[in-house]
């Protein structure tokens, strides 16, 4: 548990530019702690002016394989710590250093290839569909990874977080 705490805390210092995952999502917020709980970590520029105001996510989801692909591609990418930059959006891009992606790409690397990716939640809000997947691998350990496309289909942010 500590190994995800010091992963949380890698995280969390990746993007700060933008507000956090959605508030009605697990981590939601601004990206502040919990009262309490853990810190809510991010990799995660979203969308200015994005969810939260009125959204309900979909509790039971059924997976959209396209989106699916992309966010297992964009966790390989992190491991390796190369990331295509033409599929990020504008504020993406400009919020994520390379020097971020190799700060967490050494955190997440050590896990391995996740042995399942399901998809717990999904949310469409100003045109950016966020989904959150929870990760799972071989030493038991798991993540949230809160993935979110813009209506172009490029990446509009990232989070990775300790799963409950």
């Known amino acids: 548990m500590h190994r995800l705490a010091t992963l949380a805390l890698a995280a969390g210092l990746l ?3 933008v507000a956090a995952a959605p508030p009605t999502m697990p981590g939601g917020g601004q990206g502040q702690p919990e009262p309490g709980g853990p810190p809510n970590p991010g990799i995660t520029p979203m969308p200015a002016g994005g969810p939260g105001q009125g959204s309900q996510p979909s509790n039971t ?47 997440i690397k050590s896990l391995g290839t996740p042995v399942t990716f399901e ?35 490029k990446v509009a942010g990232l989070r990775l977080q300790p799963a409950p």
């Open 15 to 17: 993007l700060t530019a």
């Open 61 to 107: 989801p059924s997976p959209n394989p396209q989106m699916l692909a992309q966010a297992k591609s964009w966790f390989a990418q992190l491991q390796a710590g190369k990331i295509d930059r033409s599929q990020l959006a504008p504020g993406m891009a400009s919020s994520l250093s390379d020097e971020q992606v190799a700060n967490v790409s050494g955190q």
């Open 119 to 153: 998809q717990q939640q999904t949310m469409t809000q100003n045109g950016v569909n966020y989904a959150v997947y929870l990760l799972t691998f071989g030493d038991s350990k798991k993540l949230d990874f809160i993935f979110a496309v813009d209506g172009q289909g």
